[in-house]
């Protein structure tokens, strides 16, 4: 009775304390939003922080093939954060620097709530044209564009299979008639008028062995690509045709927004087999312009008589590089009104309205008029006209509080509890258990204080620039510093993602020593542009709090441009230092098992010696994760027991993770062993487990005994198991044209060192060289086969197997992944049958077209003939004609309407014509036909032997300026003078008539 006693009170103790310092850290962590940053103390503040939300715990939970599972936090220390969005990019290293090559904005919209964490999982696909190696990124930004967090999580090595990609280090823009014809950057930012046209070039490489026709797609985001889509206007959409691994040059007219502000344009290509991957384009639409870049309220409920505090981040007329010399200015915002409402839609404070004073980080405060539940607070901003610029909406949502009576109910029952032990321990009247106690309850008070955990902050600073002698406004050069954890175990690596607009550097405050840049992001060679990398650091050994101090030196110029007009560089240094802290805490060691009190025999249960070990075994389980590596012993508790001691055996295996003990049975037989308390590690007392990292691919046995005090009870069973690789996914098998035989594809399988491939034949008693025959039952035959990584006709990143398949039978494919002999569970099954080649079909082909000269400015038909071979058609079908503007199919290519052939026979022929079409200037155009076909992605309506060769091959058309010359004399037509005599009238008339 004594001994449950103890235990209860141990169970009530240890609540009241976990339960009070989560009370303790509610209150001590609840501070006003944004508040002022910590800063060097010999260095003056002039950064102001605007958000801290961070990406941290990110990592890449699996891969299969180009998809990859990938798991992070969001986390957000002050204030609200709304609008928040994360994407995954992924950055390409060439010769010319580093590049954004693809990118993947996911579509969920967050609001984060003052110190709140959100678990995010997401999966990645990376698009099939992309070969290289590629650094991954997770990019946090809200929907106005304010950067919020960073961070690398590896690289992954890709391999083009088949469709168009893009080549981002190639891409420039280009402002259509601009004297010199500049290239900026994808993401400097130019700025156009709204009459004005912008133009995007690339590079783009077809991967597929056959043509192919890509369709060009744009989507138009405010601000940037993590922004809302908006209406868009223009841009080429015309197909573009690629001869079978053709690289080559591509120039389109890119769509434009609407309303002055900067935009993103996001662009690629479809082909029907695939995606390209995603170029991101932005620019500057110029006129006048606001963004509400951040809003936060200080509380999320206001009674009758409160102030609410409103703060905003703002940011004036976005700017281009082409703005200083275009003579003009894009006017921002002057003035401002906000809105406070409850859930309701019922105002619960006056309207504000005022000026805007030049700061970008505005703070306003409403008078509360009644009672506010989940309070509403919009800001609209607006020009000297009062025209809106920009607006934002926050919606929060007020928590149905407890009681106030709580905390203080919680106080006094643990300074009662506190009191008790205290006096049972000044009588040497505590039991074991009572002297853990007190230390236990001080510890959870200390857990409950707030230490200064790892985050990450947005910041900006305000700088003063010069031109032509003109003092303009330099608005804001912001930053985002982001680490990868909250707190650091001592000598851990400690890794700080940055965004920034120039350079930054950092050191340790403490020790003052210079942290080192890698791994820098340059996204283009173009000034005024965004950079990001990483440093990395040992945490110190010691626990505690340390400081990471950053200098922003942001240099902002333009010399490309303003050297065209004889002008000086503008030059924008911009220097501040700001101070972010982290944590090291001290990572706590398993407790070591009750020691054997001297003379007390086998040992103590309850304070009373005793000899024979009580009986009483438990029954394990054990079994490897699906990843391999979160592998989970697990038993069944004992009345009684104090504590386990949990062995793992490894082989040959000669090592343990941290804190388990290695030892050998006989030579190279080894063990790990743990000592475990029951509510140690990763199980409960109810449900008692510990954690072992495993590897695929190795055998295991688990067995567990229970301890009484320091004496150890008889062992359990053993739990064998096995760590083998997951089943690959998606596997899929298909008969080839010829019937002959089949291929099985599969996505790759993580830990897999190969696999093993069966294949279900039925009745059929044979399988081909090299495959294995087996037999499930009379009738019910299979063929298997073990492949390595980069077996048969397959890649590490693209497994497949060829099988030899009959006409007219049906089979059933399934894959296992291996390694080091153990195999997974199968595959799903993909069944198919070899059916009889199709009887003979159609084939119609384009000739060449003619004429191949035209004069400009002159309408012109074209010609071709359709041919047929093999078998009638016997249907009409359509044709059509394509004009590009380029030779071999370059430029942009135009479908003129296409026009109905009548039914061919086999080995018949017809003669195609086209409309007419205009040639606008004198160049090298070139045209072709298509059969079968009435626009560039028709599939055809006449069922063909050959579907791929029906568009004939580009046609060279010279275009000339139309013959001026003036005619030589002895061609001058004569003159000829009309006279009348009589019949005047009639004359009269014919004379009008001329």
Not at 93 to 122: C, M, N, R, W
Not at 486 to 503: H, K, N, R
Not at 540 to 568: H, K, M, N, R
Request: with cysteine; hydrophobic share 40%; aromatic share 10%.
């Amino acid at each position: 009775m004594k001994m449950r006693s103890n235990r209860l009170l141990s169970k009530i103790a240890f609540a009241v304390v976990v339960f009070f310092g989560a009370a303790v850290s509610v209150i001590a962590f609840t501070e006003p939003a944004f508040a002022a940053p910590q800063q060097a103390a010999t260095t003056p503040a002039r950064a102001v922080t605007v958000a801290t939300v961070n990406i941290q715990n990110a990592k890449i939970i699996s891969r299969e093939g180009n998809m990859l599972h990938i798991a992070f936090d969001l986390t957000n220390r002050e204030g609200v954060q709304s609008g928040v969005r994360y994407a995954v990019e992924l950055i390409a290293t060439t010769t010319k620097g580093q590049f954004l090559a693809d990118e993947k904005v996911y579509p969920a919209t967050l609001t984060l709530a003052e110190h709140s964490s959100t678990h995010v999982d997401i999966t990645y696909t990376a698009p099939s044209v992309l070969s290289g190696v590629f650094t991954v990124l997770l990019v946090s930004r809200n929907d106005s564009g304010l950067s919020l967090g960073i961070t690398s999580i590896g690289t992954v090595t890709l391999t083009a299979t088949q469709g168009v990609e893009l080549l981002p280090s190639s891409c420039y823009l280009t402002v259509a008639g601009e004297k010199g014809s500049p290239h900026y950057a994808l993401s400097q930012g130019v700025d156009i008028a709204a009459d004005e046209l912008l133009r995007l070039t690339c590079t783009a490489q077809n991967h597929d062995a056959t043509s192919v026709t890509a369709t060009p797609s744009f989507t138009t985001h405010y601000r940037t690509s993590f922004g809302d889509i908006v209406a868009q206007t223009g841009g080429d959409t015309a197909p573009i045709t690629f001869a079978p691994n053709e690289q080559k040059m591509v120039t389109l007219a890119l769509p434009k927004a609407e309303a002055p502000q900067a935009y993103d344009v996001t662009f690629n290509v479809h082909t029907g087999a695939a995606t390209s991957n995603t170029i991101t384009a932005h620019y500057v639409l110029r006129g006048a312009s606001a963004t509400v870049q951040m809003l936060s309220l200080d509380k999320d409920y206001y009674q009758v008589g409160d102030a609410a505090a409103m703060s905003m981040f703002w940011s004036p007329a976005a700017r281009g590089p082409r703005l200083s010399l275009a003579s003009t200015t894009s006017p921002s915002a002057a003035s401002f009104s906000a809105t406070l409402t409850d859930g309701r839609g019922t105002a619960c404070a006056e309207v504000l309205t005022g000026p805007l004073k030049g700061s970008l980080d505005f703070h306003a405060s409403f008078s509360i008029t009644k009672d506010c539940l989940d309070p509403q607070v919009s800001v609209a901003l607006m020009d000297v006209s009062g025209k809106t610029l920009a607006q934002r909406t926050l919606k929060m949502s007020s928590p149905r509080q407890l009681s106030p009576l709580v905390v203080p109910l919680v106080v006094v029952l643990l300074v009662a509890l506190c009191g008790y032990l205290f006096w049972r321990y000044r009588r040497k009247e505590a039991t074991p258990t009572m002297r853990v106690l007190l230390p236990l309850l001080l510890f959870g008070v200390a857990c409950g204080m707030p230490l200064a955990q790892a985050h990450a902050d947005t910041f900006y600073t305000t700088c003063n620039t010069f031109i032509y002698g003109e003092n303009l406004n330099c608005p804001w050069a912001p930053t985002t510093v982001n680490f990868d954890k909250t707190t650091y175990a001592p000598g851990e690596q400690v890794t700080i993602a940055f965004l920034t607009l120039g350079s930054l550097s950092a050191q340790l405050v403490d020790t003052g020593e210079v942290l080192s840049q890698t791994n820098v992001i340059d996204l283009g060679y173009f000034v005024n542009q965004y950079s990001s990398g990483t440093y990395t650091f040992t945490a110190p050994s010691t626990p505690g709090a340390y400081q990471v101090g950053f200098t922003l030196a942001a240099v902002v110029e333009y010399s490309d441009q303003l050297s065209e007009v004889g002008a000086s560089a503008l030059n924008v240094v911009v220097y501040d230092n700001y101070t972010m802290s982290y944590t090291v805490v001290a990572v706590a060691a398993p407790p070591p098992p009750p020691a054997i009190p001297s003379g007390c025999g086998w040992g103590t249960l309850n304070d009373t010696c005793w000899s024979p070990p009580p009986s009483g075994t438990t029954y394990v389980t054990a079994s490897c994760a699906a990843d391999g590596v979160n592998t989970y012993i697990r038993w069944t508790p004992v009345p009684g027991e104090t504590g386990f001691r949990v062995v793992m055996n490894t082989g040959a295996v000669a090592w343990c993770p941290t804190y388990w003990t290695l030892g050998e049975y006989s030579y190279g037989n080894y063990y790990c062993s743990i000592y475990t308390p029951p509510d140690g590690y990763s199980g409960t007392m109810s449900n008692p487990a510990s954690y072992f990292p495993t590897n695929f691919g190795s055998s295991y046995g688990a067995w567990v005994k229970v301890m009484f005090g320091a004496v150890e009870g008889e062992p359990s069973n053993t739990a064998n198991f096995s760590c083998a690789p997951p089943p690959p996914g998606n596997v899929s098998a298909s008969c080839s044209a010829d019937r002959g035989h089949a291929d099985v594809h599969w996505n790759p399988a993580p830990g897999a060192t190969g696999y093993r491939v069966v294949m279900n034949i039925g009745a059929v008693a044979w399988c081909p060289p090299s495959w294995t025959f087996g037999s499930w039952s009379a009738g019910n035959n299979y063929c298997s086969i073990y492949t390595p990584l980069n077996g048969y006709n397959g890649t590490d990143w693209n497994p497949a197997i060829m099988f030899e398949t009959m006409i007219d039978r049906s089979y059933g494919a399934w894959v296992k992944s291996t390694n080091n002999g153990i195999e997974s569970e199968p595959s799903n099954v993909s069944y198919f049958t070899c059916t009889a080649p199709p009887s003979v079909l159609p084939d119609l082909t384009a000739g060449a077209v003619t004429p191949t000269t035209a004069t400009v400015d002159t309408a012109t038909t074209f010609s071709s003939t359709i041919n047929n071979a093999t078998a009638a058609t016997g249907a009409s079908f359509p044709n059509f004609f394509q004009v590009a503007t380029a030779a071999n199919g370059g430029g942009t290519i135009t479908d003129l309407t296409s026009s109905t052939m009548g039914a061919l026979v086999a080995g018949g022929s017809n003669t195609a014509t086209s409309p007419s079409y205009t040639f606008p200037s004198v160049d090298t155009y070139s045209v072709r036909a298509c059969a079968d076909k009435d626009w560039a992605g028709g599939a055809g309506f006449i069922s063909e032997s050959d579907e791929l060769n029906n568009c004939g091959a580009w046609t060279p058309v010279t275009v000339t300026a139309v013959d001026t010359t003036p005619l030589d004399d002895d061609t001058i037509a004569p003159t000829v003078t009309l006279s009348s005599s009589g019949g005047g009238g009639g004359g009269g008339g014919g004379g009008g008539g001329w």
